[in-house]
């Protein structure tokens, strides 16, 4: 049964990570079960600390990736039209697919701004800095992902051996 867990682990793990980059999976979270999964594992190493570390950074990340573009398209000066328009775009992209998750944030603040009659160059500046949040958000995530895959694959692998 513990060669089960560790195979689900492993692939929780490797769609956590998946996560990081493809917007629609939520990748900390998933990968967060992956650690979980190891739980189930007689002679497992998972200590309470690594589980409590990781839970809090996944919900933190998981929190912060949602909200970072309009926080920062309101940071870089954009108007509540431009704060609204991130969020609108954001929700209608994730019908969209990657790609509307990528560009929905950018296109909803770039016309936000637009509408409520602010200059094209300020409107442009505040879509790139929502664009700028989900760029660093996604490489947070690619390093959460990768340090949980490798916890995972480490602790399979002592588990095996015993």
Do not use: H, R
Request: with cysteine.
């Amino acid at each position: 049964m513990e060669i089960l867990y560790i195979i689900i682990a492993v692939l929780l793990a490797i769609v956590g990570l998946s996560g990081a980059v493809l917007p629609v999976l939520p990748g900390p979270p998933i990968a967060f079960v992956a650690l979980l999964m190891l739980l189930l594992c007689d002679g497992n190493d998972v200590s309470t600390m690594q589980l409590v570390v990781s839970g809090v950074l996944a919900v933190v990340i998981t929190v912060v990736d949602y909200i970072a573009p309009v926080w920062l398209a309101k940071k870089s000066g954009g108007s509540k039209g431009g704060t609204w328009g991130a969020t609108i775009g954001l929700l209608l992209g994730l019908f969209l697919g990657p790609i509307g998750i990528i560009l929905g944030p950018f296109l909803g603040a770039y016309v936000g701004e637009l509408i409520v009659k602010t200059p094209k160059e300020k409107a442009f500046e505040v879509a790139a800095m929502t664009f700028v949040a989900f760029m660093l958000t996604t490489g947070i995530k690619l390093v959460y992902g990768i340090a949980v895959m490798w916890m995972v694959c480490k602790e399979a692998w002592e588990i095996l051996l015993k």
